[in-house]
């Protein structure tokens, strides 16, 4: 199985997400295209061409969490091994969110936090504290 970049691909095209931005703004849409760096975005009449280093977290459903990789990320060291692990992260804004560790690719990790899947960008945290 090759190892995905990001957790957002194409599977998601079709599905409604809310995209919190490192400014400060959000917004809810239907992903109409996924590229490696970039998410293309239908917000009401508008399209958005959203650059995933802009993004602080996506928040999808936490079944869109679901499913394992089987295959490991060498230049990583939060691997499949940490999958149902409780973490804390910290983001670069400052936020602070703790939930269970549910998926992980190159550059982003999906998070459940509370009743929500949260996919975050590897380049928008500062640490994650893993929880015993």
Do not use: C, Q
Request: charged share 30%.
């Amino acid at each position: 199985m090759p190892i995905r970049d990001n957790i957002i691909d194409s599977r998601f095209r079709g599905m409604a997400i809310k995209v919190f931005l490192i400014n400060g703004e959000d917004f809810e849409g239907i992903v109409d295209d996924v590229a490696r760096y970039e998410l293309g975005l239908t917000v009401r009449d508008s399209f958005y061409i959203v650059f995933r280093h802009g993004v602080t977290y996506v928040e999808v459903s936490s079944s869109d969490l679901h499913g394992e990789r089987g295959a490991e990320l060498e230049d990583s060291l939060i691997t499949s091994d940490f999958i149902g692990v409780d973490v804390d992260v910290l983001l670069i804004n400052g936020n602070k969110l703790s939930g269970r560790l549910m998926k992980v690719s190159r550059y982003e990790l999906g998070i459940r936090y509370g009743d929500k899947g949260l996919i975050i960008p590897k380049s928008n945290i500062i640490y994650i504290k893993i929880l015993k």
